[in-house]
C-alpha cells in the first residue's frame, strides 16, 4: 500500500480560502478517502470524506458549507477546497484511506492508512 501524501498547507489570513491535496494509490484508493484535522492541545477530528465513486460525501458540522471534498480518480487525488477560513480552521490535516468494508466514515478508526499531514494556519 502507499500512504496518502497531503500537500498545499499554509499560512493564510481569515475569510481567505485554500486547497488541500492528497496523492495515493493502490487499494486503498479505492474505498472512502477522507480528510481530519488536529488543533494544538484537541483530538484529532473527522472533517470530511469522499466515497470512491464520488457519490457519497460527509462532512462535520463545522465546517459545512465552507469546505468541499472531491476526488480525481484519473490522477489519484483528493482535494478539500476550503472557504471562509477562520481561525478555528488552525490545525495539521491528515489525509486517510478507509478501510474496506461496512465502516463508520466519521470515524478514526474506520481509516488504515494515514499521510503525515500538512499544516494550516489561519491568522491575521
Known amino acids: 500500500q502507499v500512504q496518502p501524501v497531503e500537500s498545499g498547507g499554509g499560512a493564510v489570513q481569515p475569510g481567505d480560502s485554500l486547497t488541500l491535496a492528497c496523492t495515493t494509490s493502490?487499494?486503498?484508493?479505492?474505498?472512502?478517502v477522507g480528510w481530519f484535522r488536529q488543533a494544538p492541545g484537541r483530538e484529532i477530528e473527522f472533517v470530511a470524506t469522499?466515497?470512491?465513486?464520488?457519490?457519497?460525501?460527509y462532512y462535520s458540522d463545522s465546517v459545512k458549507g465552507r469546505f468541499t471534498i472531491s476526488r480525481d480518480n484519473v490522477k489519484n487525488t483528493i482535494y478539500l477546497q476550503m472557504n471562509h477560513l477562520t481561525s478555528e480552521d488552525t490545525a495539521v490535516y491528515y489525509c486517510a484511506a478507509a478501510r474496506p468494508g461496512k465502516i463508520l466514515v466519521e470515524t478514526r478508526d474506520a481509516y488504515e492508512y494515514w499521510g503525515p499531514g500538512t499544516q494550516v494556519n489561519v491568522s491575521s
Open positions: 469522499v466515497s470512491y465513486t464520488g457519490g457519497s460525501v
Open positions: 493502490g487499494d486503498s484508493f479505492r474505498h472512502y
